[in-house]
Nanobody
Framework: QVQLVESGGGLVQPGGSHRLSCAAV????????MGWYRQAPGKQRELVAS???????IYAESVKGRFTISRDDLRHRVYLQMNSLTSEDTAVYYCYANGVTDRLPRRSGDYWGQGTQVTVSS
């Protein structure tokens, strides 16, 4: 069973920085594409950033230059460093993985964490 557990959500002041972390269990992490999505109230879930193993990272236009995604293949974690936060970044942030389970029978698919709330407000 794949589990993605996010941590680090909270209240942040405009202009501030914050880091989200996601721990992945049950997936062959080294070959998985990892990412972060977010969903603001009344809006659709959108891709924030993704990072394959050894490939190019992808960022939403709205976060380019402010957010940085990184991964630790040894610890099976993915991070999202968020800088220069604005109220537009307020959303529930979801950890995402596309990969193969690490136990038999192997299953490939998309997996989601439960989400962590980030609120940018003074």
């Amino acid at each position: 069973q794949v589990q993605l557990v996010e941590s680090g959500g909270g209240l942040v002041q405009p202009g501030g920085s914050h880091r989200l972390s996601c721990a992945a269990v049950g997936i062959i992490f080294e070959s998985a594409i990892m990412g972060w999505y977010r969903q603001a109230p009344g809006k659709q879930r959108e891709l924030v950033a993704s990072i394959p193993n050894g490939g190019n990272t992808i960022y939403a236009e709205s976060v380019k230059g402010r957010f940085t995604i990184s991964r630790d293949d040894l610890r099976h974690r993915v991070y999202l460093q968020m800088n220069s936060l604005t109220s537009e970044d307020t959303a529930v942030y979801y950890c995402y993985a596309n990969g193969v389970t690490d136990r038999l029978p192997r299953r490939s698919g998309d997996y989601w964490g439960q989400g962590t709330q980030v609120t940018v407000s003074s």
